[in-house]
């Protein structure tokens, strides 16, 4: 899900609220606000006092937002200084950014999206498997009693090995989305990949060998193609960090 603007209150498109604010909650009788993003850099921001906010916001231009420490910013003066200035919250720290981009695998087969996520899963506790435009999600929990590693995935089923915690829509049909991300959760660690264009599975998976799948960036690869760069060129869906 991909979040430009958020109301309290709601609505909320894309998402499910899993813990409502209290009925009687008032924004304006709080002092400050935090905010985490669990999503694929982690981020979480400084807390932010809502006095300027409820006192000042009615003095200034609609498409103006306050920043703590900085002032109150349209999205132009916001993107001029982002990374200069400040670090918005989703923007990636350059000192903790190796420049290697975390990425999954993807074919069509008889009609199916194909996931692999590549080695190094093994038994993985949640998958979720999301797709734009539309925000439709398919998460997936370990089965206690069956569990097994998590080694590549049909996105209509079956999945062995786990229980759907989240189903995708009856309706939907993969090859009319645009992108996915992955996101792999075990022993608490969660690791999310960058966004996969869909259209080279779509349009191009016949013409490479059944063993080949498409990595963003990277074009079609094998098993042993994949062994060469993870790790130095790129991280697949669940390869540790050094």
């Not at 304006?28 to 999503?39: M, N, S, W, Y």
């Not at 290697?100 to 009609?111: I, K």
């Not at 991300?181 to 660690?189: G, K, S």
């Not at 264009?197 to 690869?221: I, K, M, N, V």
């Amino acid at each position: 899900m991909d979040v430009e603007h958020l109301t309290f209150g709601g609505p909320y498109p894309g998402f499910e609220v899993a813990k409502s604010l209290p009925p009687e909650f008032d924004w304006r009788k709080a002092k400050a606000l935090g905010i985490l993003i669990d999503g694929d850099l982690m981020a979480g921001g400084g807390e932010v006092d809502l006095t300027e906010v409820f006192d000042q916001s009615a003095h200034h231009p609609d498409d103006t937002y306050w920043f703590q420490g900085i002032g109150w910013l349209n999205p132009a003066e916001a993107a001029s200084q982002d990374g200069k200035t400040f670090l918005a919250m989703c923007t990636p720290d350059p000192a903790k950014n190796d420049g290697r981009p975390r990425v999954f695998g993807v074919r069509g087969t008889e009609g199916s999206l194909r996931i692999w996520p590549g080695p190094y899963c093994g038994p993985a506790d949640v998958v979720t498997l999301s797709f734009q435009p539309g925000q439709a999600a398919l998460m997936l929990t370990a089965d206690p009693l069956n569990g097994i590693p998590f080694e590549n995935l049909t996105a209509t089923g079956p999945y062995p090995g786990f229980n759907v915690a989240r189903p995708l829509p009856n309706e939907f049909d993969w090859r009319t989305a645009k992108s996915a991300v992955l996101r792999v959760t075990n022993n608490d660690v969660t690791t999310w990949t960058r966004p996969t264009d869909l259209t080279p599975a779509r349009t191009e998976s016949a013409q490479h060998p059944e063993d080949t799948y498409w990595f963003q960036g990277f074009g079609w690869l094998n098993s042993s193609q994949v062994a060469r760069h993870d790790g130095k060129d790129f991280l697949t869906a669940c390869a540790q960090t050094k």
